[in-house]
């Protein structure tokens, strides 16, 4: 079945430590984007990538970093700069039409808890 | 920032009423997309709508568009206990080149049997 996985679902992360979450897409799309979700809020932007090696900060790039080396996959790292980085993250993609945008394909999310 | 925000944050209806939730934002906009989260599940797209159109259907599902009110409606009729969800909206920039889609706050459904 062609998608979108994300890895792990659960995840705690200790003082000072880095996390990375996985996020793996088997659907071709050339754009992937990374969004956090905080209790009862809507989705805010971390980053995204319209290309392979290419990535741009969203709204709340502070204390996060990505990657994109290929095209299946975009994991982003929790650093330790990041101060409170529990939350639910939503890795979601798209074919990339120049002009506009089309519909995200969504993984289930990786809640992120600090132990 | 968030683009824009549903209205009303929370909906409490009986199954085979139609619900009703309201989208507002800020700036221009290529097309406008509704999506749908059961409750800490990633989200389903639902529908999207141009900003040529002013209506649009799917199934159960009616979205509207007005650009000048800078404003959509998501509409589901009849509804059952399985549409209780988050609902929301999520808009992208007029001028092209990238893809920054942006999320409203949701609306909470819940459908009650």
């Known amino acids: 079945d062609g998608g979108i996985t994300q890895s792990p679902k659960y995840l705690f992360r200790k003082e000072g430590q880095n996390v990375t979450l996985s996020c793996e897409q088997n659907?071709?799309?050339?754009?992937m984007y990374w969004y956090r979700q905080d209790p009862g809020q809507g989705l805010r932007l971390i980053y995204y990538s319209q290309i392979v090696n290419d990535f741009q900060k969203g709204d709340i790039a502070e204390g996060y970093s990505v990657s994109r080396e290929k095209k299946e996959s975009f994991p982003l790292t929790v650093t330790s700069a990041q101060k409170n980085p529990t939350a639910f993250y939503l890795c979601?993609?798209?074919?990339?039409?120049?002009?506009?945008?089309?519909?995200?394909?969504f993984g289930s999310g990786t809640q992120l808890s600090v132990l | 920032s968030q683009q824009g925000e549903e209205d009303p944050q929370a909906l409490s209806i009986q199954e085979g009423e139609n619900a009703t939730m309201n989208c507002s934002y800020k700036t221009s906009i290529n097309n406008l997309q509704w999506y749908r989260q059961n409750s800490g599940r990633g989200l389903v797209h639902l529908i999207l709508?141009?900003?040529?159109?002013r209506e649009k259907h799917s199934g159960r599902l009616r979205v509207t568009l007005d650009t000048s009110k800078k404003s959509s409606s998501l509409l589901i009729t009849a509804s059952r206990a399985a549409d209780t969800a988050s609902y929301f909206c999520a808009t992208g920039p007029r001028s092209g080149g990238y893809q920054k889609v942006t999320f409203g706050t949701g609306t909470k459904l819940q459908v009650i049997p």
């Open positions: 659907l071709n799309h050339d754009a």
């Open positions: 709508i141009r900003s040529n159109e």
């Open positions: 979601a993609s798209s074919i990339d039409k120049t002009g506009g945008y089309g519909k995200l394909f």
